[in-house]
Each structure stands twice: as C-alpha cells, then as structure tokens.
C-alpha cells in the first residue's frame, strides 16, 4: 500500500474595473476553476469539463509555467504532477480565467514545495505576471480589492460586500484581453485624467460604505476603457438600458468584455436576470455569488493499492 496525498485547488472568477476603477478595482464570482492534484511521474492536465476541454495538457500549460516560475523564484525544484482540471468560468470573456489560471500556478507550486507564502505573496507575484492586481487579487483573497501595482510594490485593500446581487450577462463570442487592451489610448490628457480618477475615487469611497446607489451612477461614467472597447460589445449598452428601466444601480464592462455586469438591489438578482434574458438569447444570462473566500486548498490522503 502506498500512501498518496491529494490535493484539491478551488480558484474562483473575477470581475474587474467596476467601470471606472480599471486595472485597480476587481471582486470575485462565484464560478471556480478546480484542481485534484496528486504526485505523478510526469506533469499533465487533464481537462473534465468543456470549458476547459482545449487547454494545453502538458509543459506548455499556463498553470504549469506560472508553478514552475514560482519554484525557481524561490530557487526550489517543483515535483510533477497529474493534474485534473475543471472549470465553469468561460475563457476569454472578461471573467478573469487567465487571472484564476495564475493564481493556481502559484496555488500549485505553494503547496508541491511547501512555500507557505501568504495572501500577500501570491498577489505581489501574480500582479507582477498579470501587470495589474485587479482580477489576481480579488481571486486570492474573496471579495472586492482594490488595488495599486507598481514594479515596486503591490498595494490592496479588501472590502467584503454584503448588501447586492450580481448579474452577468455572457454573450457567445470571445473577446481576448489583449486585443481589447490594443483598443485603448496611450496617452491621456491631465484634465482627461483628473476627471476619470475622480469618478473612480467616488466609486471606491461608496464601495467602502456600500452606497450602492452612488457606486452604480460611478460604474456608468468610466472614461478609461469603455468607450474604446464599447464597439466589440454591442450588448453593454442594450444590458445598460434595459437594467436601468428595471432599477438596478449601474451596469459596466466585466473586465475587457465581453460580460457585461449588472449590480442590483440585494433579493432582486435573479428577477434582473429573468428580465434580461429573453432578448439576449445568444448570451447566459445568470445571477451569480460574490466569492466571499477566494483560493482554498484542500488535502486528502487517498489509499491506493
Ligand atoms: N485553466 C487554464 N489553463 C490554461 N490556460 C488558461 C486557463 N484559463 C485561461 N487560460 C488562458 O487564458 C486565455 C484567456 O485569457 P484572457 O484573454 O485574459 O481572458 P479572461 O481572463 O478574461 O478569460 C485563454 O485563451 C487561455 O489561453
Ligand atoms: N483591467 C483589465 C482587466 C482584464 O480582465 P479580463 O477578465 O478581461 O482578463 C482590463 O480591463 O484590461
């Protein structure tokens, strides 16, 4: 008999920028990716569900290349292992799963090298891959962060909500972070830039006190990213209108698309989402959990004969 420990990574979503707060604000949905994780010879992942079905299954995986990042940051080796992925977090739709995808890599070599880093620690590495600590942080620790991120140093401040439901829209086609980031400007202009941090200064002062009413009139005024990306989402506007007309307290861009998120009056969730639906037919449309917790790890010793 050979004694095997298991283990099990739970990653959640995340939704990023709220409008205004982008690359800085971010909270995390209740889709996860999972990991079952046991020593093996060689490294493989193994995908079980469908949005998972197309990712690399060897070396060239990206939870792979973050873990091992991680063990030679630390100048330590990274065992292999046999890796079982599932995920109901749709790729490339502005719901973070690169951001998920990252903190398992880290998640992997914490727990296969025995680093015992802390929340903050994952953060810090992981806003260093990422280049901004909106979607990573929230992911880590649960909740909505807000976040500053420089080469020098990582910055967060955590708020758990209480008080509001969710609901996202999630149209069929996949929009690339990437190529919704090439969208936008380079430069900004000072006036440009006052007023939009201004609005974004608001949103997180009515985040803290759960003004949830100023924080969606904030959401709506954004002037960093969502007017260049407006034209890939054709949705955003038709979602603002409509949740508007219903009473919900603001609607914005989840990430760089293509979601679209809604903040409604907390009970009301899933009467948004059944108003919504009929006429977005090519789109899921779900009331959805705040992720309260963040990545988690879970061990168990299995028997294998
Ligand atoms: N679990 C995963 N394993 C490997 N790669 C992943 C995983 N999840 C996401 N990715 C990679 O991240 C890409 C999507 O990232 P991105 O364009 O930033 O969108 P988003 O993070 O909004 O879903 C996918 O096309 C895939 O290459
Ligand atoms: N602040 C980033 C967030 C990207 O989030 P994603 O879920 O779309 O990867 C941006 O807006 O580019």
Request: one cysteine or more.
């Given at each position: 008999?050979?004694?095997?420990?298991?283990?099990?990574?739970?990653?959640?979503?995340?939704?990023?920028?709220?409008?205004?707060?982008?690359?800085?604000?971010?909270?995390?949905?209740?889709?996860?990716?999972?990991?079952?994780?046991?020593?093996?010879?060689?490294?493989?992942?193994?995908?079980?569900?469908?949005?998972?079905?197309?990712?690399?299954?060897?070396?060239?995986?990206?939870?792979?290349?973050?873990a091992k990042?991680v063990a030679d940051k630390f100048d330590v080796s990274l065992p292999s292992?046999?890796?079982?992925?599932?995920?109901?977090?749709?790729?490339?739709?502005?719901?973070?799963?690169?951001?998920?995808?990252?903190?398992?890599?880290?998640?992997?070599a914490?727990?296969l090298c025995e680093l015992?880093?802390?929340?903050?620690?994952?953060?810090?590495?992981?806003?260093?891959?990422?280049?901004?600590?909106?979607?990573?942080?929230?992911?880590?620790?649960?909740?909505?962060?807000?976040?500053?991120?420089?080469?020098?140093?990582?910055?967060?401040?955590?708020?758990?909500?209480?008080?509001?439901?969710?609901?996202?829209?999630?149209?069929?086609?996949?929009?690339?972070?990437?190529?919704?980031?090439?969208?936008?400007?380079?430069?900004?202009?000072?006036?440009?830039?006052?007023?939009?941090?201004?609005?974004?200064?608001?949103?997180?002062?009515?985040?803290?006190?759960?003004?949830?009413?100023?924080?969606?009139?904030?959401?709506?005024?954004?002037?960093?990213?969502?007017?260049?990306?407006?034209?890939?989402?054709?949705?955003?506007?038709?979602?603002?209108?409509?949740?508007?007309?219903?009473?919900?307290?603001?609607?914005?861009?989840?990430?760089?698309?293509?979601?679209?998120?809604?903040?409604?009056?907390?009970?009301?969730?899933?009467?948004?989402?059944?108003?919504?639906?009929?006429?977005?037919?090519?789109?899921?449309?779900?009331?959805?959990?705040?992720?309260?917790?963040?990545?988690?790890?879970?061990?168990?010793?299995?028997?294998?004969?």
């Amino acid at each position: 008999m050979l004694a095997m420990e298991r283990f099990h990574i739970t990653v959640p979503a995340s939704t990023a920028n709220l409008g205004p707060g982008f690359d800085s604000v971010g909270m995390a949905l209740g889709k996860y990716l999972e990991l079952t994780v046991e020593p093996a010879e060689r490294w493989s992942f193994v995908p079980l569900t469908q949005e998972v079905a197309l990712i690399p299954q060897g070396t060239d995986n990206m939870m792979y290349e973050v873990a091992k990042h991680v063990a030679d940051k630390f100048d330590v080796s990274l065992p292999s292992a046999r890796v079982e992925v599932k995920s109901n977090i749709p790729l490339a739709r502005g719901l973070g799963s690169s951001a998920s995808a990252i903190i398992a890599g880290i998640e992997l070599a914490n727990q296969l090298c025995e680093l015992t880093l802390s929340n903050e620690e994952k953060i810090r590495i992981a806003s260093l891959l990422e280049g901004h600590p909106d979607n990573v942080a929230p992911t880590v620790n649960g909740g909505i962060v807000v976040g500053c991120h420089t080469e020098a140093k990582t910055y967060t401040v955590s708020i758990v909500p209480k008080d509001v439901d969710v609901v996202v829209v999630i149209p069929n086609y996949e929009l690339k972070t990437d190529d919704a980031r090439n969208a936008l400007p380079s430069q900004f202009s000072f006036k440009g830039a006052v007023e939009a941090s201004a609005v974004s200064n608001v949103l997180t002062g009515a985040l803290l006190i759960e003004d949830w009413k100023t924080v969606g009139e904030m959401m709506e005024q954004d002037s960093f990213h969502e007017p260049y990306r407006e034209q890939f989402v054709p949705e955003l506007s038709f979602v603002r209108r409509k949740a508007k007309d219903f009473g919900a307290f603001g609607t914005a861009l989840s990430g760089a698309g293509p979601t679209v998120l809604c903040l409604v009056e907390k009970g009301r969730g899933e009467e948004l989402a059944a108003a919504l639906a009929p006429s977005l037919t090519h789109c899921l449309v779900e009331s959805i959990q705040i992720d309260v917790n963040g990545v988690s790890v879970e061990t168990a010793t299995n028997e294998h004969a």
